[in-house]
């Protein structure tokens, strides 16, 4: 066990639909990361947050946005889905804002989103 | 421009053997570190060894080695003595300290996937 949690494990819906993912990080860790992973695009980050701010954004679509709440708990929404935001999504936490060296990110075990 | 280069789609490797996957990566940012992950089946992420850019030494983890190449801006990962827990999908990062723009943000490589046959 990481100490990273995401819920829901797996998750099947439709198009046009929207579902939220959540995670919480490993205790003591300010920094939240997400990132998804398809198979033609591989490992993409998409968004972080620090202690509830939003500190940097990858290619995250505009269909999607994420928060942090003041327990450190960290939601990324979906919506709009189409059939290629299939993919696993995971949640990672780090220790500092400006994580340098060898400040490892550790990850959960992913969402698992089909959309059908 | 790919920042991280896995060029092997696919390795074997018997039991016991070492064997290398390579990673090459790109930056311009005098200051960065670089990361081995890897997956198994199951699909957790699960972070291996890391090299800084100004590390002397290289990194090694009990049977993980990273053979890093500075002027070659390679970071290959040895691992020794395979075991057949050791087949998974196995991930380079980078984390640029002063030019990614980012926080802390790892970009990754495309993956290579390795069977240790027994």
């Known amino acids: 066990d990481s100490g990273v949690t995401q819920t829901p494990k797996h998750l099947i819906t439709a198009t046009g639909q929207r579902v939220t993912l959540r995670c919480s990080p490993r205790s003591g860790d300010l920094s939240v990361y997400w990132y998804q992973q398809s198979l033609d695009q591989g490992l993409q980050f998409l968004i972080q947050?620090?202690?509830?701010?939003?500190?940097a954004k990858g290619n995250i679509l505009e269909r999607f946005s994420a928060q942090q709440f003041p327990d450190l708990h960290s939601e990324l929404n979906l919506s709009s889905l189409e059939l290629g935001d299939s993919a696993l999504y995971f949640c990672?936490?780090?220790?500092?804002?400006?994580?340098?060296?060898?400040?490892?990110?550790?990850f959960g075990a992913g969402s698992r989103l089909t959309v059908l | 421009a790919q920042k991280i280069t896995q060029t092997q789609p696919g390795m074997f490797v018997q039991e016991k053997e070492a064997v290398t996957l390579d990673c090459t990566y790109d930056?311009?940012?005098?200051?960065?570190?670089l990361f081995w992950y890897k997956q198994p089946s199951s699909g957790e992420m699960i972070f291996l060894i890391y090299?800084?850019?100004?590390?002397?030494q290289n990194a090694t983890e009990g049977r993980y080695s990273l053979n890093f190449q500075k002027a070659r801006k390679s970071a290959n990962l040895v691992i020794s003595a395979s075991q057949l827990g050791d087949s998974a999908m196995y991930f380079c990062a980078m984390r640029e300290e002063n030019y990614g723009g980012s926080q802390g943000n790892l970009i990754f490589g495309k993956g290579t996937k390795l069977s240790v046959k027994p």
């Open positions: 990672a936490s780090s220790g500092s804002q400006g994580a340098s060296g060898a400040n490892v990110l550790t």
């Open positions: 090299q800084g850019s100004y590390d002397q």
């Open positions: 930056t311009s940012d005098p200051s960065y570190g």
């Open positions: 947050y620090y202690n509830g701010e939003e500190r």
